[in-house]
């Protein structure tokens, strides 16, 4: 079994709110990440597959076609977009780097073939990221 | 869905790897010019990995705030610009920083009570780096 990482990055903004929450509680939990004119980031996404390396090509996945699968699921969808507004997981949802890291696992999950899905790991800043492994 | 969240700290501390049960040739001998007797420093990158649960209303494993609190309060105003060799923590131990990262970890491993602590990992320099779990294996 060997594993295999491929990076990328996208830049969106988002905000954080809940409307169950009044404002004070608002602000209180989320703090300036609550300020509803929004923020963003330059996102690093890495996106670790696994598999067994195929003794005829020497790969454990074609990087060109997990390259467009990317480009097409993930970066068309979220690259230079407001995540409460343009991307539908997070019209009920608080776009945090936990949820956009299960978002993310979820729009790739199916799409990969050959290769077996083992982590999406999201950095919102180079000093905070958040690893999903499809874990319950 | 559970999803482990990583946050990532700097400290500046200095020490001295010697150990008292050897001879002083093989303290050099082992330890190099990290025995020079006068010490020497590092910028540590502190990285603390918790996990749990998404909670729905807020969308955090945990508030970073609180994380960030604690882990100032716990580990960064302990050990920031000290010196390891005089702190208690090291009175029986070489500060290696294996023995650093198994430190920390422990600290936190009582005082964090926002989350559920997986694991740390400890960067001496940009070459180097530690990661405890508790002694538990570590996912890849």
Known sequence: MVYLTRKCEFSASHY????????????????????????????????????????????????????????????????????????????????????????????????????????????????????????? | MKAHLTRRYVFSASHRLHCDELSEVENRAIYGKCNNPYGHGHNYALEVTVSGQVNPQTGMVCNLVDLDAAVRREIIDRFDHENLNVRQEFAAAVPTTENLSEVIFNILKQRLTAAHLDKVRLEETMMNSFEYAGGVELRP
Do not use: S
């Open chain 1, 16 to 136: 954080y709110h809940n409307p169950e929450f009044t404002a004070e509680e608002n602000q209180r939990v989320f703090g300036k990440c609550a300020n509803l004119n929004g923020h963003g980031h330059n996102y690093m996404l890495e996106v670790t597959v696994k598999g067994d390396v195929d003794p005829k090509t020497g790969f454990v996945v074609d990087l060109k076609e997990l390259k467009e699968i990317l480009n097409r699921e993930v970066l068309e969808a979220l690259d230079h977009r407001h995540l409460n507004r343009e991307v539908p997981e997070f019209f009920a949802q608080i776009p945090t780097t936990e949820n956009l890291a299960i978002a993310i696992w979820n729009r790739l999950q199916d799409k990969l073939k050959v290769a077996k899905l083992h982590r999406v790991r999201v950095y919102e800043l180079p000093d905070l990221f958040v690893d999903f492994y499809g874990e319950a």
